[in-house]
């Protein structure tokens, strides 16, 4: 891959993604849906957040193409569209808990002198 067509590609990945992941509530939500659905309302009872904050931040998860809904009769249900997602959070996750590590072990280091 040339250096312009990755620079693209990863201009792409931070407009498409990135940005839909610059919130910790989407990323909850992502979460929350990635074990089945969920409504709207099932998403507000458990972010503890106004129905309107849920909404938006699904509707820029669903405008990503992050997360799918699908009608279940007056209910829409929201679920994560690809559950690789959530392995990427993953590892995202267990590179800060290295990190957090490290820096805990560092300051340890200069305790114990």
Same mark, same amino acid.
């Given at each position: 891959?040339?250096?312009?067509? /990755?620079?693209n590609?990863?201009?792409?990945?931070?407009?498409? %993604?990135? &940005?839909?992941?610059? +919130?910790? !509530?989407?990323? *909850?939500?992502?979460?929350?849906?990635?074990?089945?659905? !969920?409504? &709207?309302?099932? /998403?507000?009872? *458990?972010?503890? @957040?106004?129905?309107?904050? @849920?909404?938006?931040? *699904?509707? @820029?998860?669903?405008?990503?193409?992050?997360?799918?809904?699908?009608?279940?009769?007056?209910?829409? %249900?929201?679920?994560?569209?690809?559950?690789?997602?959530?392995?990427?959070? +993953?590892?995202l996750?267990? &590179? *800060?808990? !290295?990190?957090?590590? +490290?820096? @805990? +072990?560092?300051?340890?280091?200069?305790?114990? !002198?």
């Amino acid at each position: 891959m040339t250096p312009s067509a /990755l620079e693209n590609e990863i201009n792409l990945l931070h407009e498409r %993604i990135c &940005v839909a992941l610059g +919130d910790p !509530k989407r990323i *909850l939500l992502l979460y929350m849906t990635a074990d089945g659905g !969920k409504t &709207v309302n099932e /998403l507000t009872e *458990l972010l503890g @957040v106004p129905q309107s904050t @849920v909404s938006r931040h *699904l509707r @820029v998860l669903r405008e990503r193409g992050l997360v799918n809904t699908t009608r279940a009769g007056t209910s829409i %249900i929201y679920a994560i569209s690809d559950s690789r997602l959530v392995e990427a959070l +993953d590892l995202l996750r267990q &590179v *800060l808990n !290295k990190q957090l590590s +490290d820096q @805990v +072990d560092l300051t340890a280091t200069f305790i114990v !002198k």
